[in-house]
């Protein structure tokens, strides 16, 4: 091979890696014909609600989608963590957990939400608590 084909494999490549990097920060919520595209940082949490399922973003946003939390579950990345049958949570959105109320906490600027874990997502939990406080330093009272 020569060395310009060679470079431009490379440049090809690179420029698909950039592609797939950014689509993997956007969501496609479709329905019929209307395609709704959401930014992944941009979620908070999503909520089952029999069939659909209703997933609240920033700045008071809430957006129904006609599918299933386990659907969800499967197609998000490693940063969601299923807390309970209902919620679904962007572990990067998390600012507070409560054990003794079984609570999480998000604040969105002015706004602020809780949403509740239950004892068989505790592990979940848990490893949530391990993710986002290490290296921190923790003061105990």
């Known amino acids: 091979m020569k060395e310009l084909e060679i470079r431009k494999c490379l440049l090809r490549f690179e420029r698909i890696i950039k592609n797939e990097k950014t689509r993997s920060n956007i969501i496609c919520l479709k329905s019929y014909s209307d395609y709704r595209f959401l930014k992944i940082n941009e979620i908070l949490f999503l909520k089952a609600d029999n069939n659909t399922t209703d997933i ?3 700045k008071e946003k809430e957006v129904t989608a006609f599918k299933s939390l ?3 579950e499967r197609k998000l990345p490693k940063c969601f963590f299923r807390i309970h049958n209902s919620y679904i949570i962007n572990a990067t959105a998390v600012r507070r957990i409560n054990y003794n ?4 906490f998000f604040e969105d600027g ?3 939400f809780s ?3 239950s004892r068989t ?3 979940s939990v ?3 608590k391990d993710i986002l406080g290490k290296g921190d330093i923790s003061l105990s009272s």
């Open 115 to 117: 949403v509740p874990f």
């Open 121 to 123: 997502y505790k592990n």
């Open 101 to 104: 109320k079984s609570l999480l």
């Open 56 to 58: 609240f973003l920033k």
């Open 126 to 128: 848990d490893d949530l």
């Open 70 to 72: 386990g659907y969800f």
């Open 110 to 112: 002015v706004n602020s």
